[in-house]
């Protein structure tokens, strides 16, 4: 299951709203991965790899989960997303 | 499997400080990861890579060098400076490329940081280490004054 989402935070997710979503992340209980759209997935528990992704302010990405809960995983995080972390 | 414990070293000059004591509640908490923090000398100084590796991102203010073994080491330079857009970063190295500990990033200025009412103090962080693992970073400098190039904690 895939959810489209726009990053709201000005800077996109730099240091610290990265901390702040892959540690909703990694509190999920499936793996979840996102990608810059047309790219390859990286794993949202990896702080690196989301850093990685270099995501700007207002790029969309693409969050993905399998399994029971997904639908609810994929809300939450996608909430956190169009949140502005830098708030 | 992990091979070697990483020595990670100071990439500014300054006084080395427990990431607790980050003016930033989220680096002080350890959420982006663990590792210390630098509390720059004021003035033009030359920011270097704490390990060697590869230079994956870099940005005027911020960067990650992933070693040899996959490990990646966040050098964030002061609190909020993203705000700064680049202002008073001069880019010494590409991005993707390979840098020896102890290799010329970024040249900037602690003191204009400071001026822009920001704090200059720069986190220095074990990215994707585990949490829990009290272990995981072993050595960290008798917290006090360091130089650029000086082993600042090992990752085990």
């Known amino acids: ?40 997935p990286v794993n949202a528990r990896s702080i690196l790899a989301v850093l990685g992704l270099d995501v700007r302010g207002g790029e969309d990405v693409v969050l ?16 956190l997303l169009t949140e502005d972390l830098e708030g | 499997m992990r091979s070697r414990p990483l020595a990670v070293v100071a990439p500014v000059s300054g006084r080395a400080i427990a990431l607790s004591e980050v003016p930033d509640a989220v680096f002080a908490q350890n959420m982006v990861g663990p590792g210390a923090a630098i509390d720059p000398d004021r003035g033009p100084g030359v920011v270097v890579s704490p390990v060697s590796g590869i230079l ?78 009290a272990e995981v970073l072993t050595g960290t400098v008798s917290l006090g004054a360091v130089s650029a190039g000086d082993r600042l904690f090992t990752w085990a």
């Open chain 2, 56 to 133: 994956v991102k870099l940005k005027p203010h911020a960067f990650v060098v992933t070693a040899e073994d996959g490990r990646g080491v966040l050098v964030h330079l002061g609190i909020d400076t993203v705000n700064l857009d680049g202002g008073g970063f001069v880019l010494l190295a590409e991005e993707g490329s390979m840098v020896p500990a102890g290799a010329p990033v970024i040249r900037w200025n602690p003191a204009a940081v400071e001026a822009a009412g920001l704090s200059p103090v720069c986190p220095v962080i074990a990215l994707d280490a585990d949490r829990t693992a």
């Open chain 1, 64 to 79: 993905e989960a399998d399994g029971d809960g997904a639908e609810g995983i994929l809300d939450k995080l996608a909430d």
């Open chain 1, 1 to 40: 299951m895939q959810r489209t989402v726009t990053v709201a935070s000005r800077v996109g997710l730099h240091a610290r709203p990265a901390a702040v979503f892959v540690k909703a992340a990694s509190a999920a209980s499936l793996p979840v991965t996102i990608a810059k759209e047309g790219k390859e």
